[in-house]
């Protein structure tokens, strides 16, 4: 079957559009003989910028003309570009560019600091991390003890009886190296409800005092796609594998309020700006939160937001893959969503319908072909049926859906893979843009179906800085190779788009070109990286991260380069980030960030 499915894909290739953003301008040829795009003079009727930015050193990710040294900027958009390109045209492109400054411009003089494309996260968690502010933060916890200890800390900020939440933890971490308990969290305080989730999202743990309100028992059986850990002598530990049964416990918790939502939102927006952030693809309407509604009053709250002038940056919502098909049209409709032709409103919109097909490589929960390497006891969970899947990925196509799956396995890479086929084969070529979330493994001879049936991997380089500690013990010497292979996968003709995965990794997106460049964990090692030959050049790891990000989201026609025309989405950094040191990423400041034409972010002066 599985060779049917290679054979059928290379037939039924389906065009896609280049990376490279297509001027609607005449084409013209250079001395050589070599076609180049003609720069125009604007024309001088044409009303004034609002904002120019000069003296600057750009990188505007426009393969025609990587240089750039002004912008002019109105409204949205970007209406004018000074490109380096010989010192005569330089000078009549940069007189255009001060012909556009008017009484009311306003003139940013950068003193040759770094510009380039606002950075595109292609996979977060928007109201995970919002949440995430009102909770207790686990991340970096070193034991179970400090784990216990961080609770203890917070207790005062509880009234009796109300749950405590929280997450970022990571057993990994810890000497032991073991899940935490209820009897853990017991021992800190029986008098409150508590549900703490793993940094991963899939494996949480709950206390005694939950798991009675949520009514889980040693009799309780394993909902389909979830694990409930325990035994009928000592009864449920408190873990809880993949959210049916995460969700057991989470059901019962009361739901923020709407102020409590906005609030916490924005603390999520003002820090991702912080870090040049300036478009995010959210999955915050989930099945797991706001079960009635599919979480849709997330983007509800995010359409207010927008009415009222307060988003900081370019929002894509994914819709529920679960939910019927005629709910998903509802939420379009309300919503609006992007197609090649017609790319919906730049401030918020809908985008694919997302399923999560498996769990985690940290927790074991990730579909595996074959039993983990350090645990032959499992190969974790696959959450769907893969010919239920078929049918209702074949439903959700015929209605006009971008479909993306969350596969971090390399069985669940190769159900989406086949899913993807049948779809296909059912349907007929047109311009998808189908996504795999992570495909953090693949199995070697399954690449070559992400080029063949014009899939974009988006994937998050930024795991390895935590996965690198283990994931050789995970998955052994042969399965490794296939383990967060970019270059593999650009070789393939699979299309890349970086995104954190915020909250489970934080939002910076220099975590993630360091990452993506060197594969070495934060403390430098190992030197030469975890599976070297899988690193990419820097400039293929920021244009995954504008570029392909863009063209993930049907957006390259007004994303991810600095050109005339485009949405002047914009990040300035004090230096050229390609001359820095690879372990000095982490420490450079954003500078400004400017998202839209607004300048939603600028650097505290000291």
């Known amino acids: 079957m599985f060779e049917k499915i290679r054979n059928l894909a290379a037939i039924l ?18 001395a050589e003989g070599l076609p180049f795009k003609r720069v125009p003079s604007p024309p001088a009727a044409q009303p004034p910028a609002d904002l120019v930015i000069e003296n600057a050193i750009v990188a505007t990710f426009d393969e025609n003309h990587p240089r750039a040294s002004m912008i002019a900027i109105r409204g949205e958009k970007i209406v004018a570009v000074a490109y380096n390109i010989s010192d005569a045209i330089k000078s009549e492109q940069t007189a255009d560019v001060e012909a556009l400054i008017g009484p009311n411009t306003r003139v940013i003089d950068l003193h040759k600091q770094f510009v380039m494309p606002g950075f595109n996260d292609a996979h977060i968690h928007l109201f995970s991390g919002a949440y995430a502010k009102l909770q207790i933060d686990f991340t970096g916890v070193r034991s179970i003890a400090e784990f216990q200890d961080r609770i203890r800390a917070h207790l005062k900020d ?8 929280g997450g970022g933890w990571d057993h990994t971490l810890w000497p032991e190296k073991k899940f935490p308990t209820r009897q853990d969290l017991d021992a800190v305080s029986p008098d409150h409800p508590m549900v703490f989730g793993r940094l991963d999202g899939h494996v949480a743990v709950a206390n005694s005092r939950a798991l009675k309100i949520a009514g889980v028992t040693r009799n309780t059986p394993d909902p389909p796609g979830g694990h409930i850990e325990g035994d009928t002598k000592s009864g449920p530990t408190g873990i809880l594998e993949e959210s049916a049964a995460m969700s057991l416990v989470y059901a019962r918790i009361p739901s923020y309020s709407t102020e409590q939502r906005r609030r916490a939102f924005q603390l999520a927006m003002d820090e991702a700006v912080q870090y040049g952030v300036t478009s995010v693809q959210d999955n915050s309407v989930m099945d797991a939160d706001d079960r009635a509604n599919y979480g849709w009053q997330n983007f509800l709250i995010l359409d207010q937001l927008k009415r009222e002038g307060k988003l900081k940056f370019h929002i894509t919502e994914w819709l529920p893959f679960l939910a019927p098909v005629s709910r998903l049209e509802e939420m379009r409709r309300f919503g609006g969503s992007s197609t090649p032709e ?15 097909m498996d769990g985690s490589l940290g927790s074991r929960t990730a579909a595996m072909l074959a039993p983990y390497s350090d645990d032959p006891r499992t190969s974790g969970i696959l959450e769907i049926d893969p010919d239920r899947l078929k049918q209702m990925a074949i439903e959700r196509d015929r209605a006009g859906f971008q479909l993306g799956f969350h596969a971090i396995g390399d069985r669940a890479n190769r159900v989406a893979l086949d899913t993807f086929a049948a779809v296909l ?9 189908d996504r795999i979330e992570h495909a953090q493994v693949v199995e070697a001879g399954d690449f070559e179906l992400f080029g063949k049936l014009s899939i974009i991997a988006s994937m998050q380089p930024a795991h390895l800085l935590d996965d690198a500690r283990w994931a050789a013990d995970r998955l052994g010497p042969e399965r490794s190779r296939g383990a967060y292979a970019w270059r593999t996968m650009e070789k393939n003709g699979g299309r890349l788009a970086f995104g ?14 360091y990452a993506c460049v060197s594969r070495r964990m934060i403390d430098g090692t190992p030197k030469r990286g975890w ?11 920021f244009r995954a991260y504008t570029v392909g990000s863009a063209y ?7 994303k991810g380069i600095i050109a005339p025309g485009m949405l002047a989405d914009i990040v300035v950094y004090p230096k050229d980030l390609n001359e ?3 372990e000095d990423l982490f420490e450079i400041p954003v500078v400004m960030t400017i998202a839209g034409g607004e300048i939603v972010y600028q650097q505290a002066k000291p």
């Open 13 to 30: 290739i389906v065009p896609v559009l280049s990376l490279v953003f297509v001027s609607r301008r005449p084409i013209h040829a250079n």
């Open 158 to 165: 509880y009234k009796r009886g109300e749950w405590i939440l």
């Open 342 to 356: 017609n790319p919906g409103d730049p401030w918020l919109k809908t985008g694919q319908v997302k399923l999560i």
């Open 425 to 433: 084969e059912a349907n007929g070529p047109r311009d998808r843009r």
């Open 500 to 513: 954190t995965d915020y909250p489970v990794i934080p939002i910076n997106p220099l975590r993630g070109i």
């Open 531 to 541: 599976q070297p030959q899988e690193h990419l050049h820097s400039k293929d790891c």
């Open 552 to 558: 993930a989201e049907f957006e390259e026609r007004r």
């Open 580 to 582: 820095a040191q690879l």
